[in-house]
């Protein structure tokens, strides 16, 4: 007969619970924002999307060739990286600046720091904000929608920080169905509520999290705004504040582990957001408000440590 | 903090494909094997030697040192070998072997044990060799002896029915079949510990998902107020003892202290029931209720066996769908993979679950994602994905005071960390391995303090 396994216990485990399936889950659910993307500014959007898929991937493969470490592409996760990069970057921008952006993301970011799970900060974004700074004139601001009935324009933020009178140029509705300058995946809002509701439903997220991020964004601006709510909601639902709040706020590494940690984050990555597209010189503030958390995270982490019952203080 | 009501959270599929049969009693095995260490305390000593003749339930290994019990033929006929055996714990032991004659006789001295008060009914209880069949073996008598401990105040038994644990059905059977002896038991309880639980309230708590066997016992209890049949939702660890004391009473198990301390006792329904049988007839603890079943079984069956019978003598009556690839005695959260299946049920057997070989490897282990499941998932709330970073910690003391920040000595070994890690990382172990370290930690602690006192 042959030889019986043996082996600690539990000697079942839940099914699908694996880092792939749950780095898929997010692919899924930012497929209907690459999709918007794709229709609003074009074919070059899909060009922006495989390049910085194909060079995130392979450059984790080399990577872990070079210096002799387990295989971790399969586990999709810089699958997740390069696409949540390419949503973040206008869809004219040159493609070997989506190589040098994806290959810092995943070497430099990731990598550098020991692979999945050991990176401090989100590396799309960080990534993004290296960008920002390297190419400035490619990736500030955002690429105009293809249909030539729409005029080209400043993205709606920067029309939005003109004050309320301007912002009431904009319509509410342009900003849900994506039909505004901005990066690939930012500007259709129905195409990031379809992901959020996916991942709430695959319980790969929580509700609250992002929502806490969007609400105070909403807060503010409403507070700030003289209690208009088209203005905040404008706020809420223009630039990269959905994308953020949904696939970046909500990434597991580089957020605190317990939901009450993420709530905090969340609620300080929203008082960031406001305070730099309201006082500093970007219109844009959400990738650098989470950067800046992502580094806060071990601390939030540290007070919001989940209290054992009956464990002794 | 908000009050939770029910600390258990994590939904295991039940698989409970037995739960509707009724045991069937195997034919009498050829040999059985009875290991020494069927209980939790020191090993038993054997009485008989080789060649000896022995009848069921006649006595052949007595108790030795605390926490042990005596061991009982389980089956007619003559000890062929008395020699040592490996067990999955890796200590091994001595086992004593018998060969059956076929003919089941009793012992012919056989009687019910007789006690007049507390402490003979102790001694009955412990004479027929009864243990905590649930899972810890600790012996039953011991744990009605700490109940006399008048600082402890116990005014609450924990009758634990839940049976959360996927699979396994044995003890739903018990109650659907002997409902009387467990309402002996508790009436033997209050009798002869009068003085220590005659006020106390018997909780029988029982997961929702037996409904029939909640039925007989609601009709069995009928107007005794003292006992309550209290319903569990089914989600997992329900039975696990400091969940099972939150979900019943709210108290909260507090780590290092004895249970009996938080005013409560526990015990397993089969227990109470087997200690009924003994003290009613005399026949000790020789035969039991297990579950086979598995992704590699062919027919799930209950089937009601002697102790020592080899598992593969009761897979011969349920079938093999294929070659096994593991077998697990207990439930699949939390039993133990052993490494033959020639090797005997013993007392705590409750099910013997066959694993074929595709379900008997789980997925290799990968770098944690913080996701967090494993806190959210934990019933008292440990920060688990933090007891394995702060265990690479080389400082002893600061590694300590970071162990005990995690809550971990608070750990009930549920399991549910490693069941929900997508990383399948083995959490469950990390705990283990962070609690062995803090107790040694502590003794060295202790140690330290003596001599400086000391000098």
């Known amino acids: 007969m042959a030889k019986l396994h043996i082996s600690s216990t539990p000697h079942i485990h839940q099914k699908g619970a694996s880092t792939s399936k749950v780095m898929l889950d997010v692919v899924i659910a930012m497929l209907p924002a690459a999709v918007a993307g794709i229709i609003i500014f074009g074919i ?20 872990n060739l070079c210096i002799h470490k387990k295989q971790t592409v399969g586990d999709f996760s810089a699958v997740v990286t390069g696409l949540l990069l390419a949503l973040n970057l206008r869809a004219d921008i040159p493609l070997w600046q989506c190589v040098i952006g994806s290959v810092f993301a995943i070497v430099v970011v990731k990598c550098f720091f020991g692979g999945i799970g050991k990176n401090i900060v989100n590396p799309a974004i960080a990534a993004r904000v290296f960008m920002l700074l ?6 500030a601001g955002g690429a105009n929608p293809i249909k030539p009935e729409i005029e080209a324009s400043a993205t709606p933020l920067v029309t939005l920080n003109q004050g309320a009178e301007a912002a009431a140029s904009i319509k509410v509705l342009d900003l849900f169905i994506g039909n505004h300058s901005g990066a ?16 709430v439903a695959r319980k790969v997220i929580k509700w609250y999290v992002p929502t806490s991020f969007a609400a105070t964004v909403f807060v503010c601006y409403f507070l700030f705004g003289g209690f208009n709510a088209t203005f905040a909601l404008q706020h809420v639902l223009a630039g990269g504040l959905l994308l953020g709040a949904i696939f970046m706020a909500t990434d597991y590494v580089t957020t605190p582990i317990t939901g009450k940690g993420r709530v905090v984050f969340c609620i300080g990555a929203g008082l960031l957001t406001f305070a730099i597209r309201q006082f500093g010189g970007y219109p844009e503030g959400v990738s650098i408000a989470i950067l800046t958390m992502n580094l806060l995270t071990p601390f939030i982490s540290d007070w919001t440590k989940k209290k054992t019952l009956g464990g002794v203080k | 903090m908000i009050f939770k009501k029910d600390i258990s959270s994590l939904h295991v599929p039940h698989n409970k494909h037995t739960a509707g049969c009724v045991p069937v009693k195997i034919e009498t095995p050829k040999e059985v094997i ?12 054997p009485i008989v030697s080789v060649g000896d003749h022995v009848y069921v339930g006649q006595l052949i290994a007595r108790e030795e040192g605390r926490f042990s019990s005596p061991v009982h ?23 004593i072997k018998i060969e059956s004659d076929g003919l089941m006789q009793a012992d012919p001295n056989m009687k019910a044990p007789e006690f007049t008060d507390c402490d003979s009914f102790l001694q009955a209880v412990r004479d027929g060799g009864i243990v905590g069949l649930g899972g810890a073996a600790f012996p039953t008598w011991a744990k009605f002896n700490e109940a006399k401990n008048p600082e402890y105040k116990v005014d609450t038994v924990l009758i634990n029915a839940a049976e959360c644990e996927p699979y396994i059905t044995s003890d739903h059977q018990m109650m659907l079949l002997h409902p009387d002896l467990i309402a ?104 039991r209720i297990v579950t086979v079943d598995g992704p590699a079984v062919d027919k799930p069956m209950n089937l009601i066996a002697p102790i020592g019978t080899r598992i593969s003598e009761l897979v011969k009556v349920t079938g093999l769908k294929c070659e096994p690839g593991k077998v697990v005695v207990g439930g699949p959260m939390n039993g133990t993979a052993i490494c033959s299946i020639d090797d005997p049920i013993v007392k705590v057997s409750n099910a013997v679950l066959i694993f074929d070989e595709k379900s008997a490897v789980l997925p290799e282990a990968s770098a944690c994602i913080n996701c967090g499941r494993c806190i959210e998932r934990c019933p008292v709330g440990i920060s688990v994905a933090e007891v394995d970073r702060v265990m690479k910690i080389k400082d002893e003391d ?31 172990q990390k705990n283990w391995d962070a609690k062995a370290f803090l107790k040694k930690y502590a003794a060295a602690q202790k140690e330290r303090q003596e001599v400086t006192n000391n000098g």
């Open chain 1, 44 to 63: 070059q959007a899909l060009w922006v999307i495989l390049t910085c898929v194909a060079s995130a991937v392979l450059a984790e493969f080399l990577f």
């Open chain 1, 134 to 139: 390297t190419f400035a004139s490619t990736v």
């Open chain 1, 184 to 199: 690939i995946g930012e500007t259709c809002a129905i195409a990031l509520l379809i992901g959020f509701a996916y991942l």
């Open chain 2, 34 to 45: 009875l290991p020494m260490n069927m209980h939790s305390g020191h090993d038993a000593e």
């Open chain 2, 73 to 95: 033929a389980t089956v007619s006929g003559t000890v062929t070998e008395i020699a040592p055996m490996e067990t999955a714990d890796g200590k091994g032991t001595l086992a």
């Open chain 2, 184 to 287: 002996d038991g508790i009436e033997y309880l209050r009798k002869y510990m009068n003085e220590y639980l005659g006020d106390a309230k018997f909780m029988i708590c029982i997961e929702k998902n037996k409904p029939d066997a909640i039925e007989v016992l609601k009709k069995t209890f009928e107007g005794k107020d003292y006992v309550v049949i209290h319903e569990l939702n089914a989600i997992y660890p329900q039975g696990a003892k400091q969940v099972m004391l939150y979900n019943a009473t709210g108290r909260v198990a507090v780590a290092g202290r004895r249970f009996p301390s938080f005013g409560a006792l526990i015990i397993n329904v089969s227990s109470i029931a087997k200690m009924a049988e003994y003290l009613n007839t005399g026949m000790p603890l020789v035969e």
């Open chain 2, 398 to 428: 600061k590694r300590a005071k970071a162990l005990i920040d995690t809550g971990v000595r608070q750990c009930v070994d549920c399991a549910c960390c490693s069941y929900v890690c997508p990383a399948n990382r083995p959490l469950l």
